[in-house]
């Protein structure tokens, strides 16, 4: 099957030297990249900025922001039976970029965000995507309620919930622990390394 995979966080720009961004590493959407390839699909992985080395035989495009990972995910996703959307995208970004680097002055300053585009929520109704569908969510609190939430509005097959108040697993930790959410019914799955948890999510996704 052909699988697009989206990983790491974004940066959103303020001016020529800053940029706004999260603590994704990327390390559970490229574990998903290498085990789909070493599973024989055809992987193409759209990454923001990482230190992780791209997986053996899968196609990459790296991106620097959320309206850069929009423009790749819309001009890609139609080719895909499956798409993962396990990146970490900002969800607001500067209003304005400054020309010029900003120079300290003022005691205070305030920096005006606008919203991005949801990308995961854009790929059934604006992007036309008819494949298998899955998303993550990230959650401090009522993680099944939220994620079960997010699952239909944004008309996912799956969704993978992280409890992202647990220092122990999810940003930046090589262990996952992980609910599987449904339009219907969830589970959640034992901790394991993203490694393993990637190898076992893959074969759950083939399935659906
Ligand atoms: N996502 C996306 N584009 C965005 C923001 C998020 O594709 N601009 C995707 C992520 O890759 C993830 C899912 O949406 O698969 C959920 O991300 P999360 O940040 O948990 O949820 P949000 O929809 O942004 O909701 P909130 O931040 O309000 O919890």
Redesign the pocket.
């Known amino acids: 099957m052909k699988i697009l995979i989206?990983a790491g966080p974004t940066r959103e720009s303020i001016d020529p030297v800053r940029y706004l961004t999260n603590r994704s590493s990327g390390k559970m959407g490229y574990a998903f990249a290498a085990a789909a390839a070493k599973r024989g699909h055809s992987v193409l992985l759209i990454s923001g900025p990482t230190s992780i080395e791209i997986p053996e035989g899968v196609d990459f495009i790296p991106i620097e922001n959320?309206a850069e990972m929009y423009q790749a995910v819309a001009s890609q996703i139609s080719r895909h039976d499956i798409a993962i959307?396990?990146?970490?995208?900002?969800?607001y970004t500067p209003s304005k970029i400054a020309e010029q680097k900003i120079k300290k002055a003022e005691n205070e300053i305030t920096l005006t965000l606008k919203q991005?585009?949801?990308?995961?929520?854009s790929a059934r109704d604006i992007m036309g995507f008819k494949g298998t569908l899955v998303?993550?969510?990230?959650?401090t609190e009522n993680l099944l309620e939220?994620a079960r939430a997010?699952c239909l509005k944004?008309r996912c097959d799956l969704i993978i919930a992280n409890d992202i108040s647990r220092s122990d697993i999810g940003f930046d930790s090589p262990e996952n622990e992980v609910t599987l959410v449904y339009p219907d019914n969830s589970k959640t799955l034992p901790q394991e390394s993203k490694e393993h948890l990637a190898f076992h999510l893959i074969e759950i996704i083939e399935d659906l």
Do not use: H, Q, Y
């Open positions: 989206t959320a959307f396990a990146a970490a995208v900002a969800d991005t585009k949801d990308i995961l929520g998303g993550f969510a990230a959650e939220n997010k944004k």
